[in-house]
């Protein structure tokens, strides 16, 4: 399709330029006034014009002409001066070439300047002076300066007339080169003393309509007869000169001879008539008659100088010659290039073929001088396509890729045929827009992030970051996540993205016990037409925080903190597994790693405990009594930094028979509060009295189970003897500084028989679901009173 476009483009530039239009104007037409229709005569149509925007593309210094874009005229823009332009040329003709665009055509275009009379005949001085000795005869003729008229054919110098007296004629002579010239004619002998001057009026008219004409005095003066004038060797001199001619060269020596002697013999030379132009440039030696240089010689700016040379003797008469100098042309002018139209920047997914430049190349100089070559320097991604009337099309050869090359610049190397030859270089640069050829790219393939459970919400997580080698919006990227559902719940929840950075962002505290890691996609776009788009996976990682206490789940402590019983034997020895606490921590790693300490025990030899395993072993061998009831305090924490932890109170009960073991509860406040501000004073004398009720009450027991190992009745001791080991806050055996404030009661039945052990509930009614059956005893959560017992055992 390129190609076909380009051909037809270029047969488009062949058919415009076999075929010039042509227009013939008058010259000083006036300004805006039309020349054609552009429209009717391309063959366009008006809705053309705007899209193809024709322009003139003149090859002189100023624009004379311009087209209008609304209806299509040719219309004269600046003042048209034919004699300015094309001097005494017969033909007069300006080219220009109309340029369109879209598709880009030149149309040829020549434009004839006709003459008309804007000049009247001029001399070269007002006043013509002329010597004349009485001794001429009758006939005698007498040369005048002539008249020029820049206009030419009819409206140019026709004739002249002189003004009525008796004594002079006018003849009017044509040289060579058709220039009439006007002679007075002496029609009766002069006689000096009876006139010594005459004044006349000669008149220059032409042809044109209204008539115009010039007018010169002629002053007579008559002296003393001198009959011989100046005699040049030839009546029109031509000179070819070069235009590199240094200043000061001769261009021409003049010699006109002169019979008479004395002074009439003597000859001065002197321009008679010279173009203004031409007195810049060359300089007459008056007494020698040598034409010299002076100023530069420019083919380009005139190609020929003609003017008149008169030599005027003593006497007052003259001869003329007429000289014609022509200016040969030299290679002294580099070749011009022009950018007719440039397309720039160029997109980045143009075919070959695209037009990016219309080149205009001339040389001034004329032959061989004026014939030029073009070339580029960039011949792989661009090429130059030689069209009509040195013009040159650049067009593109090969793909572009504006990410490895955006910017062109391509040297024009302009060289003409003369010698030596002379070239020209022009750089364009042009610019490769970009257009969306590639998608964002993610630093990485996989994006993964470590949080920290319980991070704050809003907390920054990640920052993924993707990069597109693509310009302005279509390397501009938003971010956004693809949204799927993690558990049923929207990832958005969990976390949103900045658009713009591409910054993660936490949308809830994360909990590693409930959701350990998960994964989604985050999209990366650019705000390309059509957009591209890319995906990075991203996974996001929960670290474990240390915020779970361990959990004990056996023995298993109630909820409102009772205390545990664990029957030991007299038989067991040191070493014997008593019983073993079991506990789970929701944490991972090495804050679930969990170690078992006794935190309160009455006498630490008595019991050790397996700080990895929670089992509780009797440490050495039981002492010899009865029955024996201990609470240990058993502390599990984690290896978490901090450490947290969790505690859970049992009671060791050593004896024969659980009928050794007084039945009836002994009920005791649930709490103790000792001021912490109490004095020190206090804490000592309450110590000292808790110490001596202790010790009496365990010798009482002790002396009272080595007097009877099977009583009938408990009597009165019944409630002093055996007393409530009630292990809460207080108690006989001080647990203030343990974190349960709850007591518990032991009781057990009055059967012998029977080896019920129970946990009894202050409650009226005992829910079947909180009794424990374990065989050989029933276990019931809370304090109960002692109206309760049988209840629970019949339950």
Not at 113 to 128: A, G, K, R, W
Not at 223 to 239: L, M
Not at 405 to 425: V, W
Not at 631 to 660: H, R, Y
């Amino acid at each position: 399709m390129a190609w076909q476009v380009l051909f037809l483009c270029f047969t488009l530039f062949s058919v415009a330029a076999s075929n010039p239009l042509h227009y013939s104007i008058p010259e000083e037409m006036k300004i805006n006034a039309a020349v054609g229709n552009l429209v009717k005569d391309l063959g366009l149509t008006t809705n053309e014009l705007e899209i193809r925007k024709l322009r003139i593309v003149s090859h002189n210094n100023r624009n004379y002409f311009n087209v209008s874009l609304e209806n299509g005229n040719l219309y004269v823009s600046d003042r048209i001066d034919r004699e300015e332009l094309c001097g005494s040329e017969q033909i007069c003709i300006m080219d220009l070439e109309i340029l369109a665009e879209n598709p880009v055509n030149v149309y040829p275009v020549k434009i004839e300047i006709q003459d008309i009379n804007d000049n009247s005949p001029t001399f070269s001085h007002d006043v013509l002076e002329l010597r004349i000795s009485e001794s001429a005869s009758p006939g005698s003729s007498f040369i005048l300066g002539n008249a020029l008229d820049p206009d030419i054919g009819t409206n140019s110098l026709q004739s002249y007339t002189l003004s009525s007296n008796s004594y002079f004629s006018l003849l009017e002579k044509t040289d060579s080169e058709g220039t009439k010239h006007p002679e007075l004619i002496l029609e009766q002998s002069l006689d000096r003393e009876k006139q010594k001057q005459y004044t006349l009026i000669l008149t220059a008219s032409d042809g044109g309509k209204p008539l115009k004409t010039g007018t010169a005095c002629i002053t007579i003066v008559v002296q003393d007869a001198n009959d011989n004038y100046p005699v040049f060797s030839q009546d029109t001199y031509r000179i070819h000169l070069s235009e590199n001619s240094p200043l000061g060269s001769l261009v021409l020596q003049l010699n006109a001879t002169d019979k008479d002697e004395g002074s009439n013999g003597e000859v001065t030379y002197s321009f008679n008539h010279i173009p203004e132009k031409a007195l810049d440039v060359f300089i007459l030696d008056s007494q020698s008659g040598a034409i010299n240089t002076k100023g530069e010689l420019d083919y380009e700016i005139t190609k020929t100088y003609q003017m008149t040379v008169k030599a005027t003797d003593g006497g007052g008469l003259l001869a003329k010659c007429t000289l014609i100098i022509q200016i040969d042309d030299v290679n002294d002018n580099a070749p011009e290039v022009m950018l007719a139209s440039l397309s720039t920047p160029i997109p980045e997914d143009s075919v070959p073929g695209t037009l990016v430049a219309l080149i205009h190349v001339k040389d001034l100089d004329s032959g061989k001088n004026g014939d030029v070559t073009c070339q580029i320097s960039e011949t792989i991604t661009f090429t130059l396509i030689p069209s009509s009337n040195n013009y040159y099309k650049l067009v593109t050869a090969a793909y572009f890729d504006r990410e490895k090359i955006s910017t062109y610049n391509i040297t024009i190397i302009a060289e003409d045929e003369g010698s030596p030859p002379m070239l020209t270089k022009k750089t364009v640069h042009i610019i490769v827009s970009d257009t969306n050829d590639n998608s964002p790219n993610f630093e990485k393939s996989v994006y993964t992030a470590y949080i920290l459970e319980q991070t704050t919400a809003g907390a920054s997580v990640l920052r993924v970051h993707a990069s597109d080698p693509d310009d302005s919006e279509n390397a501009r990227i938003i971010y956004s996540i693809l949204n799927i559902d993690i558990d049923n719940i929207p990832v958005s929840s969990y976390v949103s993205i900045n658009s713009m950075t591409g910054v993660l962002y936490a949308q809830r505290l994360f909990d590693y016990e409930q959701l350990r890691e998960f994964q989604f996609q985050v999209m990366a776009k650019d705000s390309g037409s059509p957009a591209l788009s890319s995906n990075v996976t991203v996974r996001i990682c929960i670290i474990d925080k240390n915020d779970n206490a361990p959990k004990i789940l056996y023995p298993s402590p109630d909820t409102e903190g009772s205390a545990l019983f664990e029957f030991i034997p007299h038989s067991a020895e040191k070493g014997y597994l008593v019983t073993k606490v079991i506990a789970v921590d929701a944490d991972s790693g090495h804050n679930a790693w969990l170690s078992y300490h006794l935190l309160q025990v009455p006498d630490p030899s008595l019991f050790t405990i397996g700080q990895y395993t929670g089992e509780i072993r009797i440490g050495q061998d039981l002492p010899d009594i009865e029955s024996l009831r201990q609470k240990v305090v058993v502390l599990v924490k984690d290896n978490g930094v901090p450490s947290l932890s969790s505690t859970v109170s049992i009671t060791l009960v050593m004896a024969e028979t659980f009928q050794q073991v007084l039945p009836e509860i002994k009920r005791h406040p649930s709490t103790s509060s000792i001021p912490s501000n109490a004095t020190f004073y206090l804490v000592i004398a309450i110590s000292l009295i808790s110490l001596l009720f202790i010790i009496t009450v365990l010798i009482a027991v002790i002396i009272k189970c080595r007097k009877s190992s099977m009583p009938p009745s408990f009597g009165p001791y019944s409630r002093n003897v055996y007393p409530q080991f009630t292990l809460g806050c207080p108690s006989e055996i001080s647990d203030t500084s343990l974190p349960f404030p709850f007591s518990y009661d032991v009781c057990v039945t009055l059967d012998s028989k029977q080896n019920e052990i129970a946990y009894l509930k202050p409650v009226q009614n005992v829910p079947t679901e909180n009794l424990i059956d374990t065989g050989d005893s029933v276990i019931v959560g809370g304090n109960v009173s002692t109206e309760q017992v049988t209840q629970a055992k019949s339950l």
